[in-house]
């Protein structure tokens, strides 16, 4: 195990050379994994049978990118904890006109679940910051600060991108044949305490989330067993949590699984198929990894993958973040937006060089 300063030196050398690499940390874990690959190959996957790190985007219909085990030099390192500035950081004012625009979205949204057979629809925002000075180490370092119990990451491959992320939902952990998933949707801030009110809005946006997964899992499970729902933290924002573990069928893998979760309503919405239809024609931009998944397939038996949330894209001196909600026939579109607001403000924060 190399020390931590070590292994940011490789990840800027390979970011210099224009190799794919990803480098992450689980969450509540202390150990950072590095993963450069030899050449700059693309390696596009959409079965999950081959060893190493999976980046999948939201669109089912395009392929995941790999970052093969086999073709790739790994190295781990323990995080070295930094002191973020306790102060508020604001780069710009949002502009009014893009508030409007995602707001007047959220109303159509809540029409069309009045209207429809929808019980849920996910949408999004994104959102460019011009930042005068960009080091994805410093970048990549105050992310695993800012974000202790979440699954954080740097990844980059020529042909797609530089990606960040630190995303508190894992879509699915699959040993052999025993799997653990997470129900996670509502949101409110932080305020000193967990112990906090959940509204009716919340509380039914969660639960759809259950009961999708385990009314999905239900035909290639042996068992289910769903957890209390209880409420966790996710750097300045609140969640509503419920674990669903249990046993695949024989015949069944990674594979089966993913293909039924992907993706969840925590992301989409509910019946998927009709929120992911409203969401490609209303949207009006492409989500690329946003509200995909990623992480480790296949490795020593294991697969641990993460439902891509709290991410941004840099190009240049732009960062793009992407930001999102869960709509309901509950929703304030106002309060939409804010939410959306409360999730960009960590993100902003470990820009600062």
């Known amino acids: 195990m190399m020390d931590f300063e ?3 030196k490789k990840v800027e050398d390979s970011y210099s050379l224009n190799l794919p690499f990803v480098a992450y940390r689980e969450p509540n874990q202390r150990i950072v994994k590095l993963l450069i690959q030899s050449d700059n190959h693309l390696h596009l996957s959409n079965k999950y049978s081959k060893s190493g790190f999976i980046f999948a985007p ?23 904890n930094i002191d973020l500035p306790s102060d508020e950081f604001s780069i710009k004012l949002l502009d009014e006109v893009e508030r409007v625009k995602h707001i007047d979205l959220i109303t159509e949204g809540i029409k069309f679940i009045k209207g429809n057979d929808a019980k849920k629809i996910v949408l999004s925002r994104k959102e460019d910051v011009s930042i005068s000075h960009f080091s994805p180490i ?27 992320g630190a995303s508190p939902e894992k879509l699915i952990a699959l040993k052999d044949k025993h799997f ?6 509502g949101t409110q801030p932080y305020k000193a305490t967990d112990s906090v009110k959940w509204g009716e809005k919340e509380i039914q946006e969660q639960q759809i989330v259950t009961d999708y997964i385990t009314s999905n899992l239900e035909s290639i499970t042996d068992t289910i067993v769903i957890s209390e729902v209880k409420t966790v933290r996710a750097g300045n924002l609140l969640h509503l949590s419920t674990e669903i573990t249990g ?32 969401i490609l024609e209303n949207e009006g931009y492409d989500r690329e990894f946003y509200t995909g998944f990623l992480g480790e397939v296949n490795i020593n038996n294991c697969s641990n993958l993460y439902v891509n949330l709290r991410c941004m894209k840099a190009e240049n001196f732009k960062m793009t973040l992407f930001l999102g909600g869960g709509i309901t026939l509950a929703s304030i579109a106002e309060k939409e937006w804010q939410e959306t607001v409360e999730k ?4 902003k924060r470990v820009l600062r060089n």
């Open 344 to 347: 960009s403000k960590v993100m």
């Open 180 to 185: 653990h998933t997470v129900s996670l949707a």
């Open 247 to 278: 046993d695949l069928k024989k015949g069944n893998n990674l594979y089966s699984i993913v293909n039924l979760l992907h993706p969840t309503p925590a992301v989409c919405g509910m019946p998927k198929d009709t929120a992911r239809t409203f």
């Open 6 to 8: 070590s292994l940011l």
């Open 58 to 80: 939201f669109n089912t219909e395009e392929k995941s990118v790999l970052i093969p085990l086999n073709d790739s030099t790994y190295v781990e390192a323990n995080f070295e």
């Open 138 to 164: 410093i970048t990549f370092r105050n992310l695993l600060n800012a974000y202790q119990n979440a699954m954080v990451y740097v990844w980059y491959h020529p042909k797609m991108g530089l990606w960040f």
